[in-house]
C-alpha cells in the first residue's frame, strides 16, 4: 500500500489540493492520498483560521474523489508537527510505504519545520511544482542540503520504495490557486470591470 501525506490547514481547500493530489496518485501509482487537515500551523498565525470542522466539511466536498481520504486526526496528538505526525503513522501502519506531498513553495521554507532533517530522513518525500516557486525552492537550504538525495522527476514513481532521504520535485500543469488569495478576495473583495 502506498499512500501519500497532503498536510496543511486547508483555510480552505480548493482545485489546487485536489489538482496536486490527482498528479500525485497519478505519477507516484499511489493507492490513496490522505489530506491531514491540521488544527492550526505551529508557523502561522491562528488569526482567520476557519475552525476545524468547517475545514474539513469544505475538504470532504471538495476531495470528491474514491482516492483521497479527508482526515482530522492530528487534533487528538499532542502536537501537530509534521515529523510527529509522520512517526506515528509510520508506527501505526508499518506495512504502508508512506510519501510526504507537499508544494514548492513549502520546500522554499521546509528548513524553519521543526526537525526538517528528520523529516527528510524519515519519509520520501514528493515536491509538486508551484507558480513561481521553483527557482526559490531549488536554491533553498533543505534542497541545498539535500541534492545528492533527489532524485530524477521520471523516477518519481519508484519514490515510495526508496530509503529516505529521497525526494523528487515534479513539473506538472500548474495552478495559480492558493488558500491565502481566496481568504483575502473573500476577506477583501477587489472591484473588476466587465471584459
Known amino acids: 500500500m502506498r499512500i501519500g501525506l497532503l498536510g496543511g490547514s486547508f483555510n480552505p481547500a480548493h482545485d489546487g489540493h485536489r489538482h496536486i493530489s490527482l ?11 490522505w489530506w491531514l487537515v491540521t488544527p492550526g500551523n505551529p508557523l502561522k498565525s491562528g488569526d482567520g483560521l476557519a475552525s476545524l470542522s468547517d475545514r474539513l466539511r469544505c475538504a470532504r466536498r471538495l476531495a470528491a474523489h474514491p482516492k483521497i481520504e479527508v482526515t482530522a486526526f492530528e487534533a487528538s496528538m499532542p502536537t501537530s508537527y509534521a515529523i510527529d505526525t509522520v512517526r506515528f503513522l509510520q508506527r501505526r501502519y508499518p506495512g504502508v510505504r508512506f510519501v510526504w506531498l507537499m508544494g514548492g513553495d513549502n520546500l522554499a521554507g521546509f528548513h524553519r519545520w521543526r526537525n526538517w532533517t528528520g523529516l527528510f530522513a524519515s519519509i520520501p518525500i514528493l515536491v509538486l511544482d508551484r507558480p513561481e516557486a521553483r527557482q526559490v525552492a531549488l536554491a533553498s537550504p533543505a534542497a541545498i542540503r539535500f541534492a545528492a538525495s533527489r532524485i530524477p522527476e521520471n523516477a518519481a514513481a519508484e519514490l515510495a520504495f526508496r530509503a529516505p532521504p529521497a525526494w ?9 490557486l492558493s488558500s491565502t488569495a481566496i481568504r483575502d478576495a473573500i476577506d477583501r473583495p477587489k472591484c473588476r470591470t466587465a471584459h
Open 23 to 33: 498528479t500525485a496518485l497519478q505519477r507516484l501509482r499511489l493507492d490513496k492520498v
Open 168 to 176: 523528487a520535485y515534479l513539473t506538472l500543469p500548474l495552478c495559480d
